[in-house]
């Protein structure tokens, strides 16, 4: 089953620190080494293998405590901090899936054939997932929105009208707890997602059992006749609706409660992601057939054409998130930030909801440039952006602006929640530890550079705009909060200046390099 629209933005400042219900905000730091590493050995290395598959191990043992934690501590739910129609919705739907398993599991029969497609099945989607999983884990760390599709319904989506419900939901559980492993989402909204794809597998086993798929999978054959063969594909499409619906359904509705909007790219993600997951779906008719017609087709063929099409997609997100991303930083990069934030000030605007921009410049960066050279500047760098991105949602925009700047384009967000945000930005960074440093050891011969030790005192000037207040315009709401963080600099520095409301003109104004607004491009 691929993960369907697992994520979303409840705003509440409460989420920032901890994961939203819908999406957790992943630390690139934990994986962007990883990648490097997997470069230098050679691929397809039996060394490489046995490491791949000792680390999804561990992982998934590792789980027990995590799970353990959790279930110890139900007070501490990220369920409980969402709208009461939202947990009523999410309760209620995994307590009816309980059931509906519960009946199906114990109506339907298995058979030794069904042993033998689940063992294939099963150990072609061990092996999907194990081959898939270091660039899994990066490409769910990329998608910082929280929108995500895989294509583990090549194995699930076959199964659901292969196998019985037992095997097809115990498939579903080895599925999802080896992508829990690596997705770090919170453990409630991953079981309110994992049901939601146990009613997309339990209303496919039914269609089958109702229509003629049922007939001709016990048969092995296909169809001869044109009027068997139009009923056959027609309840196989009908199928594949149903996977693709249900899931969608269920999972947007607890979305739009948790929101209180109901945007439709927000409930059920936008077309490319849904054309891959009906893409994901016509790989699992195809192994649905292959499976009926003789199991040993699958791993012959099927293995190798989701592999190559998974690592495919995989290198294209890659691609795609490092052309959009600050080597240094791992934020957006300046020509990338304008286009999602102004979406975000647009659909704020058409909902007539505040909108806040912040503009961030290190003080006296120069300074740790000078005195621990360039790498220590990158250091610095890395360590504000770390900040950034824990003290952010995953609904806000961050990126870096060039050189020692930042920006920040913070959705529904009021005056006062804006100047807070800031705030915490700011005792945050003044606050964190900077570790890693080195510097010349001057009045040595050889003047090798020496470690330093954990260091405090970057800190940052933030200035603040305001929509609408100061203005409902991209480039003139960019240029009002550049304009308070100079003032924010001229203050003092390591302040936050929110714009007052009618903003004075700027002496030197500058705007984005961008196409969406209209004003002069920088100097």
């Known amino acids: 089953?691929?993960?369907?629209?697992?994520?979303?933005?409840?705003?509440?400042?409460?989420?920032?620190?901890?994961?939203?219900?819908?999406?957790?905000?992943d630390d690139l730091k934990a994986v962007l080494p990883d990648r490097d590493a997997d470069v230098e050995r050679p691929a397809g290395s039996l060394r490489r293998f046995a490491d791949t598959v000792g680390l999804a191990a561990a992982r998934v043992w590792r789980l027990r405590s995590r799970a353990w934690n959790t279930l110890r501590h139900p007070a501490g739910w990220e369920l409980w901090r969402l709208p009461p129609t939202a947990v009523v919705w999410m309760l209620g739907t995994e307590l009816a899936v309980a059931g509906?398993?519960?009946?199906?599991?114990?109506?339907?029969?298995?058979?030794?054939?069904?042993?033998?497609?689940?063992?294939?099945i099963a150990g072609c989607a061990i092996w999907y997932l194990i081959q898939t999983q270091h660039p899994e884990e990066?490409?769910?760390?990329?998608?910082?929105?929280?929108?995500?599709?895989?294509?583990?319904?090549?194995?699930?989506?076959?199964?659901?009208?292969?196998?019985?419900?037992?095997?097809?939901?115990?498939l579903l559980l080895m599925v999802r707890v080896q992508r829990y492993s690596i997705a770090h989402k919170a453990m409630t909204t991953f079981l309110f997602t994992t049901a939601a794809h146990a009613a997309s597998i339990l209303g496919v086993h039914t269609i089958t059992e109702l229509t003629s798929l049922h007939t001709w999978l016990e048969s092995g054959t296909f169809p001869q006749q044109p009027r068997d063969i139009a009923f056959a594909a027609a309840?196989?499409?009908?199928?594949?609706?149903?996977?693709?619906?249900?899931?969608?359904?269920?999972?947007?509705?607890?979305?739009?409660?948790?929101?209180?909007?109901?945007?439709?790219?927000?409930?059920?993600?936008?077309?490319?992601?849904?054309?891959?997951?009906?893409?994901?779906?016509?790989?699992?008719?195809?192994?649905?057939?292959?499976?009926?017609?003789?199991?040993?087709?699958?791993?012959?063929?099927?293995?190798?054409v989701a592999l190559r099409s998974t690592r495919l997609s995989q290198a294209l997100a890659d691609t795609i998130a490092r052309s959009q991303r600050d080597r240094k930083t791992g934020l957006l990069t300046e020509d990338s930030f304008h286009a999602p934030a102004a979406l975000r000030l647009l659909e704020d605007q058409t909902d007539r909801r505040p909108s806040a921009f912040l503009m961030l410049d290190l003080d006296h960066f120069k300074q740790w440039n000078d005195k621990y050279g360039h790498s220590g500047g990158d250091i610095v760098l890395g360590c504000v952006s770390a900040v950034l991105r824990h003290n952010t949602r995953s609904s806000d925009v961050v990126g870096r602006w060039g050189g020692e700047e930042f920006a920040v384009l913070l959705p529904d967000t009021s005056r006062e929640e804006?100047?807070?945000?800031?705030?915490?930005?700011?005792?945050?960074?003044?606050?964190?530890?900077?570790?890693?440093?080195?510097?010349?050891?001057?009045?040595?011969?050889?003047?090798?550079?020496?470690?330093?030790?954990?260091?405090?005192?970057?800190?940052?000037?933030?200035?603040v705009g305001l929509s609408p207040e100061h203005s409902t315009d991209y480039g003139?709401?960019?240029?009002?909060?550049?304009?308070a963080m100079y003032e924010a600099k001229r203050g003092g520095r390591n302040r936050v200046v929110v714009a007052p409301s009618a903003p004075p003109e700027p002496p030197a104004p500058r705007a984005p390099s961008s196409p969406l607004s209209q004003a002069q491009p920088r100097n």
């Open 1 to 25: 089953m691929t993960s369907k629209i697992e994520a979303g933005a409840v705003r509440n400042e409460r989420e920032v620190d901890l994961v939203n219900e819908f999406g957790l905000r």
């Open 100 to 120: 509906w398993a519960l009946y199906s599991g114990f109506k339907a029969s298995a058979t030794t054939a069904d042993l033998v497609r689940f063992a294939v």
């Open 138 to 170: 990066q490409r769910r760390a990329d998608d910082r929105r929280g929108e995500h599709i895989d294509q583990t319904a090549v194995w699930l989506g076959s199964a659901a009208v292969l196998l019985p419900p037992a095997y097809s939901l115990a």
């Open 235 to 304: 309840a196989l499409v009908g199928a594949a609706l149903w996977y693709f619906t249900s899931q969608t359904l269920l999972i947007s509705i607890a979305r739009g409660l948790a929101w209180g909007g109901w945007r439709r790219q927000k409930l059920i993600g936008s077309w490319t992601d849904n054309a891959d997951f009906v893409y994901a779906l016509q790989l699992a008719a195809c192994t649905t057939i292959l499976g009926a017609v003789n199991i040993a087709l699958v791993p012959l063929v099927m293995i190798g």
């Open 418 to 463: 804006a100047r807070r945000i800031a705030e915490r930005i700011r005792e945050a960074v003044a606050n964190a530890a900077i570790t890693g440093l080195t510097e010349l050891a001057s009045g040595h011969a050889t003047n090798e550079p020496r470690a330093v030790g954990t260091i405090y005192g970057c800190t940052v000037s933030i200035g």
């Open 476 to 483: 003139e709401l960019f240029r009002t909060a550049d304009s």
